[in-house]
């Protein structure tokens, strides 16, 4: 694959399988990590109007997701189980703190 990524043209690229709304994928994760609390603040409005598309990607490479986001969680159950990640919450592992200075 990584042959193919050198003839294609720089841009953007999504992947994924499905358009998900954040309260969807807080319902999946909490699925999967059932202690996993879910807060709604009202006072926030997610104005994201754009749709994901995966045929950029599989146009110029040939790459489809194997895995989906269920696949995903499990693996960092996984790895949470495992303790191979010391803390979580160190910002490398989250861009909460971005998006929440974010206008959404």
Known sequence: MIDHVTKVKPGKFAEGFKNFSII??????????????????DKVVDQ???????KKIK??????????V???????????????ISSVYQKKFSNFATLSNEKL
Do not use: G, H, W
């Open 24 to 41: 969807e994928l807080a319902k999946i994760t909490q699925s999967i990590f059932p202690n996993c609390k879910i807060i709604i603040d």
């Open 70 to 84: 269920i696949d995903a969680l499990n693996e960092f159950k996984k790895i949470f189980k495992e303790e191979k």
């Open 59 to 68: 146009n110029a490479i040939n790459f489809e997701a194997s895995k989906t």
């Open 48 to 54: 994201r109007d754009y749709r994901v598309s995966s």
